[in-house]
Nanobody, 121 residues
Framework: QVQLVESGGGSVQAGGSLRLSCAAS????????MNWYRQAPGKQRELVAG???????NYADSVKGRFTISRDHAKNTVYLQTNSLKPEDTAVYYC???????????????WGQGTQVTVSS
C-alpha cells in the first residue's frame, strides 16, 4: 500500500508564502505523476499544479507565476512553493499521485489527507 502525507499548510496574510510538501511512502516502484489539487468551501476540487516523471509541469491559470511545483525523486516527495498568496487561495490542498507498485502492474491513484491553507486579507 502507498501513503501520501502532506505538510506545510497554515495561516498567512495576503502576500505571504508557504511551502507545501507531500511525501509518498510504502511499496513504490515508480511515481508517474504527482499533482496538487485544492478545494475551497462550497467549491469543487480543482487542479492547481502537476509534475510528470520527466519533470514537465502544468499550472492552473490562477496560480501561474505565483506557485512552483517541484519534485525530489530520491525522496518520493513533491513540493508546492506558494508565493504572493491571495485570500482566494484559501482551501484544503490535496496531494495526488499515480503510482506503480510493481513493474508488471498498472499504476493506481492515491490521495493524501489534505492540508489547510488560510490566507487573510
Amino acid at each position: 500500500q502507498v501513503q501520501l502525507v502532506e505538510s506545510g499548510g497554515g495561516s498567512v496574510q495576503a502576500g505571504g508564502s508557504l511551502r507545501l510538501s507531500c511525501a509518498a511512502s510504502g511499496s513504490i516502484f515508480s511515481i508517474n505523476l504527482m499533482n496538487w489539487y485544492r478545494q475551497a468551501p462550497g467549491k469543487q476540487r480543482e487542479l492547481v499544479a502537476g509534475i510528470n516523471i520527466d519533470g514537465s509541469t502544468n499550472y492552473a491559470d490562477s496560480v501561474k507565476g505565483r506557485f512552483t511545483i517541484s519534485r525530489d525523486h530520491a525522496k518520493n516527495t513533491v513540493y508546492l512553493q506558494t508565493n504572493s498568496l491571495k485570500p482566494e487561495d484559501t482551501a484544503v490542498y490535496y496531494c495526488y499521485a499515480v503510482v506503480a507498485v510493481r513493474p508488471s502492474t498498472p499504476p493506481n491513484v492515491y490521495w493524501g489527507q489534505g492540508t489547510q491553507v488560510t490566507v487573510s486579507s
